[in-house]
């Protein structure tokens, strides 16, 4: 998720100051994806910079909240509409090191699927009992109230989905590589004495005639 188009979404409900950006995203997020206070100001002065918010004074902590501005506003509705595009394939790191394993001799392919097979399913385990609470925190909570409950859910889903989408695709991986130790591989022809070269031949039977016509 783009850190400016969060800021600028949670902007649109109310002007705020940057560590309040900071907790809202984080709760609303369940601290997924963590912010710190310098990357929320930096890109609060790269929104400012590019209009789409403005300062609207310190309070009495000194504190300087911002708003959204008539074009941020219209770049916030655009969002929202807009779907959000793969455009460009992200770095997976458990990708990139199944994909260098098979190709550098001496690692132990199966043991890398099998230990983060293991490891995806015990986060899995974890992020289970977290919907669990949740939902059930959730569901108690008063009519009104739990939206953040409610948006740290579709966190949790998310991350869920996402678990059980590793380990059917490790599941893959592990298959792909008995196929492969099973494959036949082509065989090299034995190379043979005998040429089968047509100039060859026709040298060797101008060759053989003179040698007959010599012992006559």
Known sequence: MSVKQGLLALLATEPMYGARLRSEFEA???GTWPLNVGQ????L????????VEAIGEDSEGRISYRLTRTGRAEVA????SPVTRESTPRDELVIKLALAVTVTGVDVHRVV?????ATLRHLQDL???????????????????????????????????????????????????????RPRPTRPAS?????????????????????????
């Open 28 to 30: 609303r997020t369940g």
């Open 40 to 43: 929320v100001y930096t890109t």
């Open 45 to 52: 002065a790269r929104l400012e910079r590019d209009g789409l």
């Open 78 to 81: 655009r969002w929202w509409v």
């Open 114 to 118: 099998q230990t983060q097979r293991t």
């Open 128 to 182: 289970t009992r977290l919907k669990q609470r949740a939902t059930t925190h959730h569901e108690a909570a008063e009519e009104g109230d739990g939206q953040v409950d409610l948006a740290w859910l579709l966190v949790l889903e998310n991350l869920i989905y996402a678990g059980e989408a590793e380990v059917r695709w490790l599941d893959h991986v592990e298959a792909r590589l008995v196929r492969e130790a099973n």
């Open 192 to 216: 043979s004495a005998t040429t089968t070269d047509p100039a060859m031949g026709a040298i060797a039977g101008d060759h053989s005639t003179t040698t007959k016509g010599t012992r006559r």
